[in-house]
């Protein structure tokens, strides 16, 4: 008899998730996580669609708890030279609007809710797996404690010791447009006309992000290629307020703001999948899966993966399954789910930060783009309600071509006769 039927390493989005569905289940489980919640992770600057909160739902998990005092952001527009684009986002289940959340709070709603019915201890680290010969069977802790359990499951983010312990497999990894990300939070900014998120970009190869945050805040972020965005050793805060000081626009946003937060970021972003588990053990969230946070769908993964993965090790427990069928049927199911999604955000760090369209292109690229129903299949790919392979079709291709000369022409009619 093990000392658990699932040790979930890692105790954040996947993790906590992962774990509130398996002990409302009735499964036997200790959630471990090396951090003290509440806290913030690593670097994770975010926005969540109802897409998330439809997932967290499902296990109890309260809206007014992880979006407490946290404004609700129905409209997102870009800004760039010659463009502007408005989207307003689609409703899901009744919800039209997206929260740029506080992750403190956020994580820690997430781990009270998977309390309820887990062990959660934080302030532990796993440091290395028990091994019953070829099978993993349970984990050591910084402590030298040793903890049996049928299968140990890694939601411990990117750079997953549980990945690294087993020799978890790497595929599709993309590393050819690395991206790095800088971001703090405002106190005090000049307000929005209503809670909003704005990209915009001036030099190709770097866009800002401005979201209107919880208790009052914005958060600002910069993304762009890693060679264009590189601080010297220990000067992080520096280097971003000289960005964004340098750009009249957010000068004027910041006018009289304080930054209340650290600088946090990351640099080479990697973008790739695991192996989705072995003998005695599987991955979950970004150890599974983790791409480029451009299109901010890392959290909506992160709850999803743990939702196949406990259906995987809820059917494997009842005996509906063998291990290696369970884990096949999750890696499929992941699969065939985030792979569009995840090849578009790919396609979208190359067009935006690194191959810009030819100049022949760019016309018709504005009429795409600031067609109403491309806009409209757009919120419906981010709020995951369509396939991300399934946003144009040749049809509504060309619709926005002859709308778009049609739109151009009212614009200058409009002009001439203000004249
Ligand atoms: C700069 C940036 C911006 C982002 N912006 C967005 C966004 O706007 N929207 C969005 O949806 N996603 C965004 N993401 C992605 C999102 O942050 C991740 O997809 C999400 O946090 C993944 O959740 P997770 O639970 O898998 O991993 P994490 O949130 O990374 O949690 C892993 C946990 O495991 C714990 N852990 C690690 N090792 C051990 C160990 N040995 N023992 C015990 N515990 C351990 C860590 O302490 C950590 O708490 C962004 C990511 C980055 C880097």
């Known amino acids: 008899m093990r000392d658990y039927d699932v040790i979930v390493?890692?105790?954040?989005?996947?993790?906590?998730?992962?774990?509130?569905?398996?002990?409302?289940?009735?499964?036997?489980?200790?959630?471990?996580?090396?951090?003290?919640?509440?806290?913030?992770?690593?670097?994770s600057s975010p926005i969540i669609y109802a897409s998330t909160m439809r997932l967290l739902d499902e296990i109890g998990a309260e809206e007014t708890a992880y979006a407490h005092n946290t404004p609700k952001i129905r409209r997102m527009l870009n800004a760039t030279p010659g463009m502007q684009t408005e989207m307003r986002i689609p409703r899901l289940d009744g919800r039209d609007y997206a929260y740029a959340i506080d992750r403190a709070r956020f994580d820690a709603a997430l781990w009270n809710t998977a309390s309820q019915t887990v062990e959660a201890r934080d302030g532990v680290a796993v440091t290395d797996v028990l091994r019953d010969g070829q099978r993993v069977a349970g984990v050591v802790t910084s402590a030298g404690e040793q903890i049996t359990a049928d299968v140990v499951i890694g939601a411990d983010g990117r750079f997953s010791l549980i990945a690294r312990k087993v020799g978890a497999a790497e595929y599709d990894v993309h590393d050819q447009y690395p991206t790095s990300i800088y971001y703090a939070y405002w106190r005090g900014a000049k307000p929005f006309a209503e809670p909003t998120a704005l990209a915009f970009g001036q030099e190709f190869g770097v866009g800002y992000l401005v979201m209107d945050s919880a208790d009052d805040t914005k958060v600002i972020a910069i993304e762009g290629r890693t060679e264009l965005l590189e601080p010297e050793p220990g000067k992080a805060n520096q280097f971003y307020e000289s960005l964004i000081r340098q750009h009249a626009f957010l000068a004027e946003i910041i006018d009289g703001a304080e930054r209340i937060t650290e600088v946090r970021g990351m640099r080479r972003i990697g973008n790739l999948y695991r192996q989705a588990g072995g003998?005695?053990?599987?991955?979950?969230?970004?150890?599974?899966?983790?791409?480029?946070?451009?299109?901010?769908?890392?959290?909506?993964?992160?709850v999803f993966t743990a939702k196949q993965l406990a259906e995987a090790i809820l059917e494997w427990k009842h005996g509906a399954k063998l291990w290696g069928e369970a884990l096949a049927a999750y890696d499929a199911a992941v699969r065939r789910h985030t792979y569009p999604m995840y090849s578009s955000t790919l396609e979208r760090v190359r067009t935006s930060l690194y191959e810009p369209a030819p100049a022949w292109a760019q016309t018709p690229v504005r009429w795409l783009l600031q067609d109403p129903l491309t806009m409209e299949r757009f919120g419906l790919m981010l709020t995951r309600q369509i396939d991300a392979d399934r946003v144009m079709t040749p049809t509504l291709m060309l619709g926005a071509l002859l709308r778009g000369p049609l739109r151009d022409l009212s614009r200058f009619l409009d002009k001439e006769s203000k004249r």
Not at 11 to 38: D, I, K, N
Not at 283 to 288: N, R, S
Request: aromatic fraction near 6%.
């Open 279 to 302: 003998a005695g053990w599987a991955l979950v969230g970004d150890a599974y899966h983790q791409k480029d946070p451009i299109d901010g769908q890392g959290l909506y993964d992160a």
């Open 9 to 43: 390493v890692g105790g954040r989005p996947a993790g906590a998730t992962l774990a509130a569905r398996l002990g409302q289940a009735g499964l036997r489980v200790l959630l471990l996580e090396r951090a003290t919640m509440p806290s913030l992770p690593g670097a």
